[in-house]
């Protein structure tokens, strides 16, 4: 495998775009060469930037990401990983056959993240399996504390200022967190911010 990683992020929503590189840009290994909000930007740069990998979302405007491989897959050495809140295994079957490496949900936490980038880079295909994909017609409920928890979760706050802007407890505060997490199967801040925008939550504290 190369020592370094060249990777290109896609995404429509730029608070996802940030998180992503908040996520990568302490590996010495991997360095973001650019980025997009829309699919024919995407395009264009991926074309002139020529990433190792591009970790693009599946559903952008301009053309989405399964139309950037198509356009690309032949062109260029560049490898492509499917980032996507859609669980449907048809989703996962398209991007099997349009020629993408992986297909990684949102949800999906950050170990696992950097080992698909590297299982990639190193020729592997990583696609979940279906047994993994959870019921997506199960009605998800939060708490008004949870719902409280959540809004300052994906506005930046971490534990200790969480706890100390509800006058609660560290531990309470991580209590919710993990039962937010479990409900709504997001393992990181992207998923949970991807979450919030899918089911129109506000992001007003």
């Known amino acids: 495998m190369k020592e370094s990683i060249n990777i290109y992020l ?5 608070i996802v775009i940030d998180g992503l590189i908040l996520l990568l840009k302490n590996e010495p290994d991997i360095f973001i060469t650019g980025y997009a909000n829309d699919g024919l930007t995407a395009l ?3 074309q002139n930037i020529k990433p190792d990998i591009a970790l693009i979302d599946l559903r952008m405007p301009g053309k989405d990401g399964l139309q950037i491989i198509q356009s690309l897959r032949i062109k260029l050495p560049v490898k492509f990983i499917i980032l996507s809140m859609h669980h449907d295994k048809r989703f996962i079957t398209d991007a099997k056959n349009y020629g993408a490496d992986a297909y990684l949900f949102k949800n999906t936490g950050r170990v696992e993240l950097l080992e698909t980038i590297r299982k990639v880079m ?7 399996a279906s047994e993994t994909q959870p019921d997506q017609n199960k009605k998800i ?4 504390r949870e719902m409280d928890v959540f809004k300052l ?3 930046g706050y971490t534990t200790f200022q969480i706890a100390d802007k509800l006058s609660l407890s560290e531990y309470t505060i991580d209590t919710h967190r993990k039962s937010i997490g479990r409900k709504t199967g997001a393992r990181n801040v992207i998923a949970l911010l991807k979450y919030a925008i899918a089911n129109n939550v506000s992001f007003d504290e």
Do not use: R, W
């Open 141 to 144: 409920f939060l708490t008004p």
């Open 122 to 128: 190193d020729g592997k295909k990583c696609f979940p």
């Open 10 to 14: 896609a995404d429509d929503h730029q």
């Open 153 to 155: 979760v994906i506005n």
């Open 44 to 46: 264009k740069e991926i």
